[in-house]
T-cell receptor, first 113, second 116 residues
């Protein structure tokens, strides 16, 4: 079955870059996503990448995909205290629904001033 | 548009009681999803609707769980004879999906269920 794994914690200083890593097992994954969850708020889609891409950049966010190793990473440049949150990696394989996602357990990012 | 709304935000119940949650999706969205999230874990897919039709249910969804989406608008998730293991955050999400490609899910803030 599908499985998505992430490291649980990451702590960085304000202004540094953060890199959050994720591995997945489903080789039929079509889309891979990064979601952000802040306390008391719903999950927010940050960015996504199609499986035939290696990299995607969106302002301070860079997503790297190594399909051979089934490894996904999210780099946040110039990390701010407002970036402190839980970050979830997720994948969907499609079929009848690309909204049926398998999530990792989340990485808690703490940004220190 | 105010986004996806879920009600109530919190629910405390005693074991064995029935509970019902409501989700109001973004009005033009045809798809509605239910996920469950326990502490320290990512959300897990439970079920989804396209308009009023329930198209898929996870094996996680026991017979005590039932979901409806009458008229393809709001949805309800009912849990009968609640157990302590049902304690979790229940998340609703909606999207415009055709089954042909990328769907952007918009999540509500969730209903936190505590079963005592």
């Amino acid at each position: 079955g599908e499985d998505v794994e992430q490291s649980l914690f990451l702590s960085v200083r304000e202004g540094d870059s953060s890199v959050i890593n994720c591995t997945y097992t489903d080789s039929s994954s079509t889309y891979l996503y990064w979601y952000k969850q802040e306390p008391g708020a719903g999950l927010q889609l940050l960015t996504y990448i199609f499986s035939n891409m290696d990299m995607k950049q969106d302002q301070r966010l860079t997503v790297l995909l190594n399909k051979k190793d089934k490894h996904l990473s999210l780099r946040i440049a110039d990390t701010q205290t407002g970036d402190s949150a839980i970050y979830f990696c997720a994948e969907s394989a499609g079929g009848t629904s690309y909204g049926k996602l398998t999530f990792g357990q989340g990485t808690i990012l703490t940004v220190h001033p | 548009d105010t986004g996806v709304s879920q009600d109530p935000r919190h629910k405390i119940t005693k074991r064995g009681q029935n509970v019902t949650f409501r989700c109001d999706p973004i009005s033009e969205h045809n798809r509605l999803y239910w996920y469950r999230q326990t502490l320290g874990q990512g959300p897990e897919f439970l079920t989804y609707f396209q308009n009023e039709a329930q198209l898929e249910k996870s094996r996680l969804l026991s017979d005590r769980f039932s979901a409806e989406r009458p008229k393809g608008s709001f949805s309800t998730l009912e849990i009968q004879r609640t157990e302590q293991g049902d304690s979790a955050m229940y998340l609703c999400a909606s999207s415009w999906g055709s089954g042909q490609g990328f769907e952007k899910l918009f999540f509500g803030s969730g209903t936190q269920l505590s079963v005592l």
